[in-house]
């Protein structure tokens, strides 16, 4: 673990979305993947991680359904539903303004 | 690996994680990222032991996870069971909405069936409701509300003589505090409103003020009146408006508060107009609501009569206080009724003493055709309720016989379907759906025919009643969705009941040619009820159109088709005898002037409406014997010349009166064939002497014998009457009758505008067919025949259709074998015999098991009748003869399509 950054507001959701942008995954290929984009830069509960999943699957922003595993265990596999999709973009686009934002005020002197 | 499962329809089919499952499925998936984890740690080189703490320290509170994982799982499940729920249901009405488009004949069908049973049920729903269950408008604590009969105890029970009382009897009853907490007393009499040649007789209402206190309700303007203003013997000139006259007179102008309105004999001041739809407990629409005291002297035109127990016009309706039950009620009113009896009697000495008389008295509904004295209209129309439930349970019947039919039809896809997998449970849902679609377009058909058919029919049937648009009626909106729901559920439950047993295998092996025929035994029956009940239908139409054409070929003793009745009321104009007489002769040369009329004459009262009874004395006979014929009752007619020509009364001996019979000639009459009967037996009554009413009046001598009348009702045929000239017994008073050429009604408006002519003052005359009088009568019968009729009608089509259907689809059905056998070398008579023959068989039995239901019920039945048996022959035969003769011809076409088949067409089949 590195430097552990607390993870923003409502970002959990976009990082969730765009990790089950390449295609269907179990929640734990969800977390080693985040984990591993980041470099472990950031901090994040997996139990939140597992939170924001299921709610998202409520919210119909995800489909889930019971697949076989590599190690041919059951496992619940969550893909993005059409809704699922215009979210990420949606939040991905939002994300860049604030961030790009963000960063214009950052580098003001 | 990808999931297997990504067809969205197979994974609704195949969905997993119900809301039990939901724990262990959270378990599940939290145990595989958990033991992953450990794995993935492991193989760094970490100690199994610390690889499961890092593991579980990286999901964080590992409880709190679970718990919000479940509750968020458990919500997502119940919001996807509703969305399947809606999904599945728009899912079927979808199916069944493309079935009905594929075969829209088959739809017409099936809606038209059912809004024919529909829309007879909402029609007598809204009458019953209306007769029998909706309270008045406005009525405030309506079940504590009644209206007070009257009656009293014999031997054989309680004899009722109905609501009517005296406004002395109001008075007496008033001071019962005690039990209730209004007391009131009412009136509706047509008064004459208006002036000039716009003056007509319109219906009023005479209310006390403590009336008001009933209904919860304020006027639009102005107000209500007070005691203070209905003051014996005549009441304050003040009136109330009816908010549809007030709309019609004053065009709904607040300003009409102030005005004038003339009613009988004086002017009315306007104070108030009652809301919309006050009727107060009546039915019908009034024009004004006036004070008791003001009412009852406008009607009678005299102010004395509202001090005597004599004038029994009134009713009384009692609001109960909380707490006093209605057993409490009737006692009092009782004991209050006697007590006033015992004061009546002081003042008028010959009544029967209290102790024999036993008056009895009590709180009934305030519904009239829900207590005693109901309208013979409002028993028939309960009978109707029941008939009318009969055409929708044949209509039920037979859309599920249809329905069953096409299930047969798509046996084969309902056992792909299952075999694809579809639940039963769905498969089930999918056929209600479907009925019950059908089921709701019949509901809104029905209530389009309610709505127009109805309308006209209650109209013409029970006119006196103010009808409501029925599809502005909430009630019968309701009642109709309800019926329509019903109905659906019960014409698809044969069908999907059938469907739900189907067997996969079996069917879908039978291959194109759908397995053997093999006739449903639901459809049997479901086919013979429908016949058993048309059968009792068409005997319960059959009895009532006998009865009542029985009832209008009864000889009258009178043509009323061609008869009008002219009533002068001389409101404030006052005229002496001779006077009077004289206007009233003029009246009759003035209607003898109007084109189309044959013949008139002055007439003391008219049949059906009462007059006067006087008991006659004759020499040489007992009075004891005298006093009793005709029942106790004899009619004494006072009639002018040409009173036997203009009411088409035969003369069977003797002559009727002329010119000749002056007050000061010799006193004559001429006695109506049974009294004569009556009091001489078989000898000749010509010359005989008859006192009226004792034995010191002076002798008339007997000049002819009439053919007897019916007077009161049509039942009791030895009506006895006796007719005196005019001219020697009150010639002052009574009306003429005008004869015309054509249907009498046509010429009523030219006979009211010539002799209205001759009134003075503010004198006016009315004008009535006859016909109208004697049709109130007979609307019982009337209705009974009509409605029986159309309902058995209805039924008759329907199981018709049915049988057509069963019929033709049992030959489509066994086209096959019929080829076969015709190939085998049967004919084409053969055939036709057989497919005939199976229809009549079934017919047969249904015909058998109606009439055996019609018998039953015809007991019940029978006091409604007219001079019918409820076992006439004619009646059954006539049905038994029309049911063959529809079978016949519902079989006929499918037997003829029998006859044609080819055996070579039918075995291509193969």
Not at chain 2, 158 to 180: E, I, M, W
Request: positive net charge; charged residues 20%; proline residues 5%.
């Amino acid at each position: 673990m590195a430097a552990d950054l607390e993870l923003l507001q409502g970002t959990l959701d976009l990082l969730v979305l765009k990790a089950l942008a390449w295609g269907p995954r179990h929640g734990y290929d969800v977390a080693r993947w985040v984990r591993e984009t980041t470099h472990d830069d950031l901090r994040i509960e997996e139990g939140a991680l597992y939170t924001a999943l299921h709610r998202m699957e409520q919210r119909r922003w995800l489909a889930a359904e019971w697949g076989v595993s590599d190690n041919n265990r059951r496992a619940k596999y969550y893909q993005l539903t059409a809704a699922g999709r215009r979210e990420l973009k949606a939040q991905a686009a939002a994300f860049s303004r604030y961030a790009t934002a963000m960063f214009k005020v950052l580098q003001t002197a | 690996m990808r999931p297997i499962l990504s067809w969205p329809g197979l994974r609704r089919a195949f969905r997993l994680g119900r809301a039990a499952d939901v724990e262990r499925e959270v378990d599940e998936e939290l145990t595989h990222h958990l033991e992953l984890t450990m794995r993935e740690l492991v193989e760094r080189g970490l100690p199994p032991e610390a690889a499961r703490r890092e593991a579980e320290r990286r999901i964080g509170d590992l409880a709190a996870t679970r718990r919000r994982l479940v509750a968020l799982d458990r919500e997502r499940v119940a919001g996807e069971r509703r969305a399947d729920w809606w999904g599945a249901l728009l899912q079927d009405l979808r199916y069944a909405a493309r079935g009905m488009r594929r075969r829209p004949g088959f739809a017409v069908a099936v809606v038209l069936t059912l809004g024919l049973g529909i829309g007879a049920n909402a029609t007598m729903f809204g009458i019953v409701d209306r007769l029998l269950l909706r309270p008045p408008a406005y009525l405030a604590d309506a079940g504590r509300v009644h209206r007070v009969w009257f009656g009293h105890r014999t031997s054989e029970g309680t004899v009722f003589f109905g609501g009517n009382t005296s406004y002395r009897r109001y008075l007496d009853l008033v001071a019962d505090t005690a039990h209730f907490d209004v007391v009131t007393a009412f009136v509706d009499p047509s008064v004459a409103v208006g002036l000039g040649t716009d003056v007509q007789e319109m219906h009023v209402l005479g209310v006390t003020a403590s009336y008001w206190r009933l209904f919860a309700m304020r006027p639009v303007v102005g107000r209500f009146f007070s005691e203070a203003e209905n003051q014996e013997p005549t009441g304050s000139p003040v009136a109330v408006l009816g908010y549809d006259y007030w709309r019609a007179a004053y065009a709904g102008r607040a300003d009409a508060v102030g005005k004038t309105l003339h009613v009988g004999q004086r002017d009315y001041t306007i104070i108030g107009v009652a809301p919309a739809g006050f009727m107060g407990t009546s039915m019908g629409n009034v024009v004004a609501i006036l004070p008791i005291t003001a009412a009852l002297f406008e009607a009678t035109g005299r102010p004395e009569p509202i001090r005597s127990y004599g004038l029994t016009w009134p009713e009384i309706v009692v609001r109960r206080r909380a707490g006093v039950s209605v057993a409490a009620a009737d006692a009092a009113l009782t004991l209050d009724f006697q007590r006033s009896y015992a004061q009546q009697s002081v003042e008028m000495p010959g009544l029967p003493p209290i102790g024999e008389f036993q008056p009895r008295a009590g709180a009934a509904s305030i519904l009239k055709d829900a207590g005693p004295g109901a309208s013979p209209e409002a028993e028939v129309s309960l009978w109707l309720v029941g008939v009318a439930a009969i055409v929708l349970i044949i209509a039920c019947a037979n859309v599920g016989n249809l329905l069953l039919a096409r299930a047969f039809g798509r046996r084969r896809e309902i056992a792909v379907r299952l075999a694809l997998g579809i639940g039963r449970g769905r498969l089930l849902a999918q056929l209600l759906t479907e009925s019950v679609l059908l089921a709701v377009l019949g509901g809104a058909a029905g209530l389009a025919i309610a709505q127009w058919g109805g309308g006209v029919l209650r109209a013409a049937l029970i006119p006196d009643v103010d009808w409501s648009s029925m599809l502005a009626d909430p009630r019968v909106i309701a009642f109709g969705a309800a019926a329509a729901l019903a109905a659906g559920l019960l014409a698809g439950l044969a069908p999907a009941w059938h469907a739900g047993r189907s067997d996969v295998a079996s069917s879908l092996k039978a291959g194109v040619r759908e397995g053997t025929f093999h006739r449903s035994r639901t459809r049997t029956a479901l086919l013979v009820v429908q016949g058993a009940l048309s059968v009792v239908l068409l005997v319960g139409a059959g009895l009532f159109v006998r009865s009542f054409d029985k009832v209008r070929s009864v000889r009258l003793g009178y043509d009323a088709d061609r008869l009008l009745w002219v009533n002068p009321n001389m409101r404030s104009v006052k005229l002496d005898t001779m006077p009077a007489s004289q206007l009233r002769d003029r009246l009759v040369a003035a209607a003898l002037r109007v084109p189309g009329v044959e013949a008139s004459a002055r007439a003391g009262s008219v049949p059906l409406q009462g007059g006067w009874w006087w008991n006659v004395v004759v020499p040489g006979l007992d009075t004891a014997y005298t006093n009793h014929i005709g029942g106790g009752l004899v009619l004494l007619q006072p009639a002018s010349p040409g009173y036997f020509q203009a009411m088409g009364t035969r003369l069977l001996r003797g002559r009727g009166f002329t010119a000749a019979d002056q007050a000061a000639s010799p006193l004559v009459t001429v006695l109506s064939q049974a009294m004569a009967t009556a009091l001489w037996k078989g000898a000749d009554p010509i010359g005989r002497c008859v006192k009226i009413g004792a034995d010191t009046a002076p002798c008339r001598s007997v000049v002819g014998v009439a053919e007897d009348i019916v007077d009161n009702d049509f039942e009791s045929k030895a009506e006895m009457t006796y007719y005196v000239p005019v001219a020697q017994w009150h010639p002052e008073g009574g009306g003429l009758f005008v004869r015309t050429r054509g249907p009498a009604d046509r010429d009523a408006e030219a006979v009211r505008t010539a002799l209205q002519r001759q009134m003075p003052g503010d004198a006016y005359v009315t004008v009535r067919p006859m016909s109208d009088l004697v049709g109130t009568r007979m609307r019982q019968w009337d209705l009974g025949a009509a409605m029986f009729t159309i309902f058995g009608a209805l039924a008759l089509v329907v199981a018709a259709i049915g049988l057509y259907s069963v019929t033709a689809y049992g030959v489509a059905q066994r086209t096959h074998e019929l080829g076969v056998r015709v190939a085998l070398g049967a004919e084409a008579r053969d055939l036709v015999r057989m497919v005939l023959g199976e229809g009549l068989r079934l017919t047969a039995v249904a015909l058998v098991l109606g009439l055996a239901a019609a018998l039953l019920a015809g007991r019940f039945v029978a006091p409604l009748l007219f001079e019918t048996s409820p076992r006439d022959p004619l009646v059954l035969a006539a049905v038994a003869a029309l049911i063959c003769v529809t079978a016949v011809a519902a079989s006929a076409v499918p037997a003829m399509r029998a006859s044609r088949v080819a055996p070579s067409v039918a075995l291509r089949d193969e």
